[in-house]
C-alpha cells in the first residue's frame, strides 16, 4: 500500500517553456499532496502543500505564479513550472499523506527537470 | 525548513557494523518518522513513530521516539551493502521538518 507515482521521472526542456508535473496517488485517497524541490547533496526542500479543491499553500520565497499546483482530485496533484529557466533544473519530489488515516508523507520517485 | 539536528552527517562503515544516527530538535513533535533515498529516487519510508518512548522495529532497523518528543534515532544492524543510501529524519506535528541526512557507505 501507499504507493505514490510522478509523471515524467525526467524531462529535458527549453527555457521559456512550460513544463508539468503530475503527482497521483495509486492506491489510497491523499487528504494532502505536498511539492518539494531537492538540491544535489541536500535535504528536500518543501515548495508548497495543497488540499483537494482548495488552492495551494506556498512556502515563503516560493513564487505561486511561476510554480502553479493543481490538486483536482484526490488522487492527482500537477505542478506546473512556466517560463521555465536553467536555474529551475532540479529534482522535484512530490508527496501525499492520509493513507490508513495517518499523516506521514509518502513520496514519489521525483522527477528530474533540466532547462537548457 | 530544516529545524531538526541530524548527525552524523555521514558515516563509512565496514559491512557487517552496525550503525547508529540520531534527530533532536528544538520543537516537540507528534510524530517521528525516517527516510531512506537512494540515488536519483524518491526518499521511502522506513519507520513511523507516534508515542513517546516508543521503539519499533522493522528487520534490521530500530528507531525510538524519545521520551521528551523532542528527539528519536535509528540503527541498523549488521550492516550490508545495499544500506548505502542517505538516511532523513522527520518529525511531523501540524507540518514536517527534515533533517539535513546521514549519507552512509558501506564497504563489502
Known amino acids: 500500500g501507499a504507493v505514490v507515482s510522478q509523471h515524467p521521472s525526467r524531462v529535458i526542456c527549453k527555457s521559456g517553456t512550460s513544463v508539468k508535473i503530475e503527482c497521483r496517488s495509486l492506491d489510497f485517497q491523499a487528504t494532502t499532496m505536498f511539492w518539494y524541490r531537492q538540491f544535489p547533496k541536500q535535504s528536500l526542500m518543501l515548495m508548497a502543500t495543497?488540499?483537494?479543491?482548495?488552492?495551494?499553500?506556498?512556502e515563503q520565497g516560493v513564487e505561486k505564479d511561476k510554480f502553479l499546483i493543481n490538486h483536482a482530485s484526490l488522487t492527482l496533484s500537477t505542478l506546473t513550472v512556466t517560463s521555465a529557466h536553467p536555474e529551475d533544473s532540479s529534482f522535484y519530489i512530490c508527496?501525499?499523506?492520509?493513507?490508513?488515516?495517518?499523516?506521514?508523507?509518502?513520496f514519489g520517485p521525483g522527477t528530474r527537470l533540466t532547462v537548457t | 525548513g530544516q529545524q531538526l539536528n541530524q548527525s552524523p552527517q555521514s558515516m563509512f562503515i565496514q559491512e557487517g557494523e552496525d550503525v547508529s544516527m540520531n534527530c533532536t530538535s528544538s520543537?516537540?513533535?507528534?510524530?517521528w518518522l525516517w527516510y531512506k533515498q537512494d540515488p536519483g529516487e524518491g526518499p521511502v519510508l522506513l519507520i513511523a513513530?507516534?508515542?513517546?518512548?516508543e521503539l519499533t522495529s522493522n528487520g534490521r532497523l530500530t528507531a525510538q521516539f524519545g521520551i521528551t518528543r523532542k528527539d528519536s534515532f535509528l540503527n541498523i544492524s549488521a550492516s550490508i551493502p545495499s544500506d548505502v543510501g542517505i538516511y532523513f529524519c522527520?518529525?511531523?506535528?501540524?507540518?514536517?521538518?527534515f533533517g539535513a541526512g546521514t549519507r552512509l557507505t558501506v564497504k563489502p
Open positions: 520543537s516537540i513533535f507528534n510524530t
Open positions: 522527520a518529525g511531523q506535528s501540524n507540518d514536517m521538518r
Open positions: 513513530l507516534y508515542k513517546a518512548g
Open positions: 495543497s488540499n483537494e479543491g482548495s488552492k495551494a499553500t506556498y
Open positions: 508527496s501525499a499523506s492520509g493513507f490508513g488515516g495517518h499523516y506521514e508523507q509518502y
